[in-house]
């Protein structure tokens, strides 16, 4: 079967001036192995031939990394779409620049509760410069939307961050929930969290917001609006099952390939970008075989019985596999919720 890449998320570099509670790659320190940036050059020229249309930069910190925007300008110059998610703490007027210039898409920051909520979990003073920076992109005409990674603690100030928000210029807000991986499962967050809730929120107030709200794939699923959830305002676009290796894929600062770079452990790995080319491990048959070779027989637990599992699949595969190590099964899906 021919599978289409259409989107890549790739950290290139582990490099961060955060060491956040919950980061899922333990970011701080560069990775020594880290792609050159003729390497990267080349991922980008890869990602070209075959056909990706966008890509998000990830670290770590993106800008931690001094040759980001020459890698910017490379994607962007073959016609790939590139988005950037940071922490939104190391935004200046020269560096607002360097992105017109590269002729950026979209920059999403992340902001995860009110400012005590939020400082207590990324870095004290962090909360003000995520603010300054969307105003400061808003002002230079760039889209800017707002990621929250949900846990027990501020999964409860939604309304006090949305009240916040409204008061700024974003196009969208994503919710998305922890998973226990990296420093969430070494720090002692508690990720749980009622999804429920979180849905019944977005529904609530998603049709009077001034942005696009929604939630990210590893929250739900199929509820009775589960097409308005992950979609734009004016879109029905409900959940059709993890797209790891599907149709996206994940890249590593090293060159690691894996169907989805939140799927954080070497289990994931399909090969190294200096030992094979991105082209032969997507058309790998043997690869990311956990979702291309998925059939409804592989789901356990509930989602085994569940009416609407084949259309998702039981669900993200990392959320799961960090949760409980079941790839086929929900640990907290929100048709189980009483």
């Not at 898409?105 to 969307?134: C, N």
Request: hydrophobic residues 35%.
């Amino acid at each position: 079967m021919h599978y289409t890449l259409r989107s890549c998320v790739w950290e290139i570099t582990l490099a961060c001036c955060f060491h956040c509670k919950y980061c899922g790659s333990s970011g701080g320190c560069a990775r020594e192995d880290e792609l050159t940036t003729e390497e990267c050059l080349s991922v980008a020229e890869q990602l070209k031939d075959l056909h990706c249309r966008r890509v998000s930069l990830i670290g770590g910190e993106v800008f931690m990394r001094p040759d980001w925007d020459t890698i910017v300008k490379k994607l962007t110059s073959l016609g790939i779409k590139v988005n950037i998610i940071t922490n939104g703490f190391l935004f200046t007027d020269p560096l607002i620049r360097k992105l017109k210039d590269a002729q950026i898409e979209s920059v999403s920051v992340s902001l995860d509760g009110p400012k005590e909520v939020h400082d207590k979990y990324r870095q004290e003073g962090s909360f003000d410069r995520a603010l300054k920076a969307l105003r400061a992109l808003s002002d230079a005409k760039i889209p800017v939307s707002v990621i929250s990674t949900l846990n027990r603690e501020n999964a409860e100030t939604l309304d006090e961050l949305y009240s916040i928000l409204c008061d700024h210029p974003i196009y969208a807000w994503q919710l998305q929930a922890c998973s226990p991986m990296g420093n969430a499962a070494n720090g002692g967050v508690d990720y749980r969290f009622s999804f429920k809730k979180v849905i019944d929120f977005v529904e609530s107030h998603r049709r009077t917001a001034p942005f696009a709200l929604g939630i990210a794939d590893n929250i739900g699923y199929y509820t009775e609006t589960e097409g308005s959830l992950r979609g734009i305002q004016s879109h029905y676009v409900p959940y059709t099952g993890c797209r790891a290796g599907l149709t996206t894929l994940g890249i590593d600062s090293s060159g690691n390939v894996r169907g989805c770079e939140s799927m954080y452990d070497e289990r994931f790995n399909e090969g190294n970008l200096r030992e094979r080319s991105l082209k032969d491990i997507w058309e790998d048959p043997d690869a990311f075989a956990y979702n291309r070779k998925f059939t409804k027989d592989s789901l356990t637990g509930a989602c085994a019985s569940c009416k609407e599992a084949w259309h998702c699949a039981g669900g993200c595969r990392s959320y799961n596999y960090f949760v409980h190590g079941k790839l086929y099964e929900n640990p907290a899906c929100a048709r189980n919720e009483a």
